[in-house]
């Protein structure tokens, strides 16, 4: 079982700056896949970026490119989000996942952390 906490959410000014933290426990993430996802009000929950745990390698959602950046730390087990540029839609709760890179679906859940930008 993988255990996820978050952290680094508030409130912003549009055009500023926060980093989410995502500490992992519980067992070994060399083979697993790392996301963050975000929930407005009023929305369905949507995908922001992912990051394998081992490798590396990203992907992002198009709303978010060039403005955000997911990273990972190994000795922390611990995954980033870095927030730049940040828009009034950019608000939601932001959620970081992990899933075993043989499933298709994400299957661990944080509790999720609040971002509001004001315009």
């Known amino acids: 079982q993988v255990q996820l906490v978050e952290s680094g959410g508030g409130v912003v000014q549009a055009g500023g700056s926060l980093r989410l933290s995502c500490v992992a426990s519980?067992?070994?993430?060399?083979?697993?896949?790392m996301a963050w996802f975000r929930q407005a009000p009023g929305k369905e929950r949507e995908f922001v970026a992912s990051i394998r745990w081992g490798g590396g390698s990203t992907n992002y959602a198009n709303s978010v490119k060039g403005r955000f950046t997911i990273s990972r730390d190994n000795a922390k087990n611990t995954v980033y989000l870095q927030m730049n540029s940040l828009k009034p839609e950019d608000t939601a709760v932001y959620y970081c996942?992990?899933?075993?890179?043989?499933?298709?679906?994400?299957?661990?859940w944080g509790q999720g952390t609040q971002v509001t930008v004001s315009s």
């Open positions: 996942a992990a899933r075993d890179l043989i499933l298709y679906e994400y299957d661990h």
């Open positions: 519980g067992r070994t993430l060399s083979n697993y896949a």
